[in-house]
């Protein structure tokens, strides 16, 4: 008789490696169930069920539900600031390329990300009467916008800005520009084109140099 080829043994995972798939699945878990009930209308209990997990496994890795929902907000400005640098990575700051994909960046997060963005609305709310809430906000988009000064640096040092300049005043700048269009597309489409958030960082950083220019 034939030797029956063996089966593969599956490598145990670690126990960060564990964690991390955990936590993940509770991620998962989160997104469809806030975008199914809302923030307020979603459960701890809930969350877990959906994930498979038991409450305390939730509480083991997010120490509320508040805490899970921005874990997801950050997740998300990762990923919009990974688009961006590798848009600038790939084209250089300041060409038609990267104000192309820039452009595309918001329009996708303007015109894909609906249902993330009534929950942010309602999280927001949320959080302006919960004053301790407002703190966590605040810390959890600290790391995102430190992240987004280093890319708002690295453009400013490529045109040739003014020293004196502020990459983090720059930088909270931008956010807030994305932030408006993002809202203004939703609002009113045919106002914000594709190419409008990278025409006005054209026009920003223009401002920043011209400035410079005059002090000369």
Known sequence: MDAQPEEPVRRRLTRAETKARTRALLLDAAARTFARKGFTGASVEEIAEAAGFSTGALYSNFSSKEALFLELLSDRR?????????????HGAGTAEAVTELGRLLVNVADKDIEFAALQA????????????MGALADSARESHQA???????AMARRGAPERVSAQAVATVVAALFIG???QRRVDPDCVSEELFGQALNWLFTGINAEDADGD
């Open 78 to 90: 990762r990923d919009r600031l990974a688009a961006a640098a590798q848009a600038l990575d790939s």
């Open 181 to 183: 269009l993002v809202r």
């Open 148 to 154: 987004l000064e280093g890319l708002v640096a690295a």
């Open 122 to 133: 309602e999280f927001w709310l949320y959080a302006i009467r919960n004053p301790q809430v």
